[in-house]
């Protein structure tokens, strides 16, 4: 059964910290991964997009890891904003970008 | 502004009430899906269509639900009956039908619907 698992389920930390988040996934055939921001009463925004050929994405203060072989992904959150705040999303396309699985979410809180 | 947009943005109802909820996609997307989310969880698939015709329907759509997209443009999702359950943020999202931006769905703010 194709599934996308995240972890850890929340997450607290200091204004100016790092955090790392992790999604494991067993979608198969597997087309390319996506980490999503939600804002609270917000749909979904991309963040970054790997397809299986690329270890790692950036997007300024956000940086992603994908190891096709382990079907493991990261993101990397450097010096954190209180605006960082919200629901992160792994989110993994099978081959038709039709079938795309969800992650239950990490929810970040960056506090003063 | 030319993303995708819904309408209501909040909709509380009693139990047993029909509603109807709007997507307007991207212009240029054929591609349109309806997602559903409770707290705390990622969004679930419910259906989707590539111009007016409707694809796939999740499971989790049951008789009760309905999705039309007559003019391959607009979309609506309506609940008859509606049960304390059927309470969730509502999301719908559109991408172009070529493999472009390969396959993103933009979302829209969602419908967040309240069964009291």
């Known amino acids: 059964k194709n599934q996308v698992e995240q972890s850890p389920q929340s997450l607290i930390i200091l204004e100016g910290k790092n955090c790392t988040l992790q999604?494991?996934?067993?979608?198969?055939?597997?087309?390319?991964l996506r980490w999503y921001k939600q804002d609270t009463g917000r749909g979904p925004v991309s963040l970054t997009i790997m397809t299986f050929s690329e270890n790692t994405k950036s997007n300024g203060r956000y940086t992603a890891t994908l190891d096709a072989d382990t079907k493991q992904s990261s993101l990397h959150i450097t010096a954190s904003q209180l605006s960082d705040s919200a629901s992160y999303i792994c989110v993994v396309s099978e081959t038709s970008y039709d079938k795309v699985i969800f992650g239950p979410g990490t929810s970040l809180s960056v506090i003063p | 502004d030319t993303g995708v947009s819904q309408d209501p943005r909040h909709k509380i109802t009693k139990r047993g009430q029909n509603v109807t909820f709007r997507c307007d996609p991207i212009?240029?997307?054929?591609?349109l899906y309806w997602y559903r989310q409770t707290l705390g969880q990622g969004p679930e698939f419910l259906t989707y269509?590539?111009?007016?015709?409707?694809?796939?329907k999740s499971r989790l759509l049951s008789d009760r639900f309905s999705a039309e997209r007559p003019k391959g443009s607009f979309s609506t999702l309506e609940i008859q009956r509606t049960e304390q359950g059927d309470s969730a943020m509502y999301l719908c999202a559109s991408r172009t039908g070529t493999s472009g931006r390969q396959g993103e769905q933009f979302f829209g703010p969602g419908t967040r619907l309240t069964v009291l």
């Open positions: 269509f590539q111009n007016e015709a409707q694809l796939e």
């Open positions: 999604c494991n996934y067993t979608v198969s055939p597997f087309s390319n």
């Open positions: 212009s240029e997307h054929n591609r």
